[in-house]
């Protein structure tokens, strides 16, 4: 799979913002890293979604928090992501799905894998009554790098990664957390995708003769990640459209799946960017 296009920096830490973080990272910038130290990061084909009720057995070797944390970071690294999840605040909604809806989000999960950073170094552990956080840096840049907090309560008679607020939240939604936060961050991306198109047209124009290109051209220039002309990454069917001689441009966007990968439909030309729930059809014109 092709490194998700929105994503030019990868985190370091687990945050709080699970709907940024644990599933999406898209909050914190780092420099992506190897495998864990001691960890085999697994290659090839993605790991097939393990059967319903599958115990969590890394959950059995978390007893501190920086054991959560490092048992976190091995599951995740081995693709063992309901094991994984089973240490976050994200165990209500990933228990709760079907094995299609976790085969739906799989692709989420192996981007969640590949940006995860690994060769850490726990610095400190910090506990305050109900709550924790575990410090870590990684290790191949440990002498110039801050590092970075990992916050866990206490839940269940167990340390588990996240926070009070996003605890509470993921128990009344369930499954339906992932696939909201899923959705926003596909918006998210995506707006900033249009927004790279619209800067990648000025920049080929100025190397065309002030005629623009489509979305092939611009990757074929270097200009756009190629997972553009594709949906994996994002959700969403991303096009270009060139007005005669290639004198304009307008870019369009709208969900692969609606109500499921995004309901926003996205429109960007020259005059600027319009966004609507338009029931995953395609915006016209420009107007806002």
């Given at each position: 799979?092709?490194?998700?296009?929105?994503?030019?920096?990868?985190?370091?830490?687990?945050?709080?913002?699970?709907?940024?973080?644990?599933?999406?990272?898209?909050?914190?910038s780092?420099?992506?890293?190897?495998?864990?130290?001691?960890?085999?990061?697994q290659k090839?084909?993605?790991?097939k979604?393990p059967?319903?009720?599958?115990?969590?057995?890394?959950?059995?070797?978390?007893?501190?928090?920086?054991?959560?944390?490092?048992a976190?970071?091995?599951?995740?690294?081995?693709?063992?992501?309901?094991?994984?999840?089973?240490l976050?605040?994200?165990?209500?909604?990933?228990?709760?799905?079907?094995?299609?809806?976790?085969?739906?989000?799989?692709?989420?999960?192996?981007?969640?894998?590949?940006?995860?950073?690994?060769n850490?170094?726990?610095?400190?552990?910090?506990?305050?009554?109900?709550?924790a956080?575990?410090?870590?840096?990684?290790?191949d840049?440990?002498?110039?790098?801050?590092?970075?907090?990992?916050?866990?309560?206490?839940?269940?008679g167990?340390?588990?990664?996240?926070?009070?607020?996003?605890?509470?939240?993921?128990?009344?939604?369930?499954?339906?957390?992932?696939?909201?936060?899923?959705?926003?961050?596909?918006h998210?991306?995506?707006?900033?995708?249009?927004?790279?198109?619209?800067?990648?047209?000025?920049?080929?124009?100025?190397?065309?003769?002030?005629?623009?290109?489509?979305?092939?051209?611009?990757?074929?220039?270097?200009?756009?990640?190629?997972?553009?002309?594709?949906?994996?990454?994002?959700?969403?069917?991303?096009?270009?459209?060139?007005?005669?001689?290639?004198?304009?441009?307008a870019?369009?966007?709208?969900?692969?799946?609606?109500?499921?990968?995004?309901?926003?439909?996205?429109?960007?030309?020259?005059?600027?960017?319009?966004?609507?729930d338009?029931?995953?059809?395609?915006?016209?014109?420009?107007?806002?």
């Amino acid at each position: 799979m092709n490194r998700p296009p929105a994503h030019a920096a990868q985190p370091l830490a687990l945050s709080a913002r699970l709907a940024a973080c644990l599933l999406f990272f898209v909050a914190v910038s780092a420099p992506a890293a190897a495998a864990p130290q001691g960890f085999a990061q697994q290659k090839g084909p993605p790991a097939k979604a393990p059967a319903q009720g599958r115990p969590a057995a890394a959950a059995a070797l978390a007893a501190t928090p920086t054991e959560t944390v490092r048992a976190m970071y091995k599951a995740l690294a081995e693709r063992r992501f309901r094991e994984a999840f089973a240490l976050s605040v994200l165990h209500a909604a990933v228990e709760s799905l079907s094995a299609e809806e976790f085969a739906e989000l799989q692709p989420d999960f192996e981007r969640l894998a590949a940006a995860t950073p690994a060769n850490v170094e726990v610095t400190g552990e910090v506990l305050n009554g109900e709550v924790a956080s575990v410090f870590i840096k990684p290790i191949d840049r440990a002498a110039e790098a801050q590092a970075e907090e990992v916050k866990l309560l206490r839940a269940g008679g167990r340390w588990v990664i996240g926070e009070r607020g996003d605890y509470e939240v993921v128990g009344k939604e369930g499954k339906d957390f992932l696939f909201r936060a899923r959705i926003e961050t596909h918006h998210a991306e995506v707006e900033e995708m249009l927004k790279r198109i619209s800067a990648a047209e000025f920049v080929y124009a100025s190397q065309h003769g002030g005629a623009y290109g489509d979305l092939v051209a611009l990757v074929g220039a270097g200009l756009v990640p190629q997972d553009l002309l594709g949906t994996e990454s994002t959700g969403y069917r991303i096009m270009v459209t060139l007005g005669k001689g290639g004198k304009s441009w307008a870019a369009g966007a709208e969900p692969v799946r609606y109500g499921r990968t995004g309901r926003l439909s996205f429109r960007m030309d020259q005059s600027g960017l319009s966004k609507k729930d338009a029931g995953g059809k395609p915006l016209k014109g420009s107007s806002k």
